[in-house]
């Protein structure tokens, strides 16, 4: 049976750690003058006190760094928020299983498998990150003319060996709060590249995540997500039982350049951001479905856009815009049924939007079938309908084909000089 090393101060810590103890348990909560790094193998758990509540472990800078085989459970990590909460820093051929359960976080979690490490499997139940800034982190994935910043939960294979492969679970994450978001990307999973080492996720599952890259309006580079699945990433499961929310520039709230398999929102993706999208999908998506609605607010904040890849199945209840520039669905690849149970709806006008990092004049259009978009079947059962000056309801551009579309109720366009149908390919309404 493994012995139970019990401290309640930073130096009974360290001796514990210097010790090589297999199991700590913090009993008080107290202030660690440096960082900690736990020995190949430890345990570091937080044991409840008298009232109930777990201790609070505090860091001036960083917090605990992990090596291989560790687990960090039932406790209360404090860092500084710009820094990390837990960390890891070893190299080595099989880094082991990393578990984490009931953990409260100020500061980053980063999970970062680099050169010389082939193998890491992390497993989460019940994490939350109360605030985090991972805005600086020079490790970023670079595609279509933009940068990624990492995120408050951030799991990357940073290895560009194509042999190496980090698993990871994750479950019940919430990160951040209502008004008071995390900076950067909220949760952010990659693999090396659309080559390279890759991220194997069995499941994620989450409650409320809020994000705010915290960008000055203008640059079209740089870009975060509420939930960002990176290339080299590709995710079984995705769920969310809580809303997702963004409130900065450029802040996707779901995106993804891997492959997610099966996609669930129960609640609502609200974006209050300028060039913020409720769903851009540059990946490989089997099927995707939100219960909720899909609602942005900002200047250019699209509700789904499909810019590359794929998606078989995808489903929504409502998606309504408010911005100029703020299209409804903006399809430019081929993809299989859309099915929107309620409306399509926008209320702007033209306006300032980022595609593929470059910032554009786009009308407000409720759905829109690029040059080069396919959809094999669309299904409205609501209206779709524009309220913006010079906007069309629903347009398909030359080079664009819809194979079949299905209107339960009205296509309208109210604004002043504004088109209900704009169809290149003619393809009959039912």
Do not use: C
Request: proline letters at 2%; glycine letters at 12%; hydrophobic letters at 40%.
């Amino acid at each position: 049976m493994t012995t139970i090393t019990k401290v309640t101060n930073y130096n009974e810590l360290t001796q514990a750690i210097d010790n090589r103890a297999a199991h700590i348990a913090i009993t008080r909560s107290f202030l660690a003058l440096d960082s900690v790094t736990l020995p190949d193998g430890t345990l570091l758990e937080g044991i409840a006190q008298e009232d109930g509540s777990l201790p609070v472990l505090s860091f001036l800078a960083d917090g605990v760094v992990l090596t291989t085989n560790n687990t960090v459970q039932n406790l209360n990590i404090a860092a500084s928020a710009e820094h990390r909460a837990i960390f890891n820093t070893k190299t080595a051929e099989d880094l082991g299983k990393f578990h984490f359960s009931r953990l409260s976080l100020i500061g980053q979690f980063s999970f970062i498998m680099r050169a010389g490490s082939q193998s890491a499997q992390v497993t989460i139940d019940d994490l939350d990150i109360v605030y985090a800034d991972a805005r600086h982190y020079f490790e970023q994935p670079q595609k279509y003319g933009v940068n990624v910043l990492q995120g408050a939960f951030t799991a990357y294979n940073f290895n560009s060996n194509p042999d190496s492969v980090l698993n990871i679970s994750i479950k019940n994450i919430r990160i951040g709060r209502a008004n008071a978001p995390v900076a950067g990307s909220g949760l952010f999973v990659s693999g090396f590249g659309d080559e390279g080492g890759r991220t194997l996720i069995d499941v994620i599952e989450t409650g409320d995540i809020y994000s705010n890259g915290k960008l000055p309006f203008g640059v079209a580079n740089l870009i975060t997500a509420g939930v960002f699945i990176v290339y080299g990433a590709h995710a079984k499961r995705v769920e969310h039982h809580g809303n997702i929310v963004t409130y900065g520039v450029n802040d996707m709230v779901l995106d993804t350049w891997g492959q997610v398999d099966e996609w669930v929102s129960h609640q609502d993706i609200i974006s209050y951001s300028p060039s913020g999208v409720g769903f851009v999908n540059f990946g490989y998506v089997k099927n995707f479905v939100v219960k909720g609605a899909v609602k942005t607010y900002g200047l250019g904040a699209r509700g789904y856009n499909q810019y590359d890849g794929t998606v078989d199945r995808i489903e929504f209840n409502d998606i309504a815009t408010y911005g100029d520039g703020s299209v409804g669905v903006q399809i430019s690849k081929k993809i299989g049924t859309l099915t929107v149970n309620g409306s399509i709806t926008t209320q702007g006008g033209i306006g300032n939007s980022l595609v593929k990092g470059k910032n554009v004049l786009l009308p407000a259009i409720a759905l829109s079938i690029k040059d080069g978009g396919e959809v094999d079947s669309i299904t409205v059962k609501g209206n779709i309908s524009t309220q913006g000056k010079d906007v069309t309801a629903y347009q398909v551009e030359n080079g664009g084909k819809v194979h079949a579309i299905s209107v339960g109720g009205r296509i309208t366009a109210a604004g002043a000089d504004a088109i209900t149908v704009q169809d290149g390919a003619v393809t009959p309404i039912r």
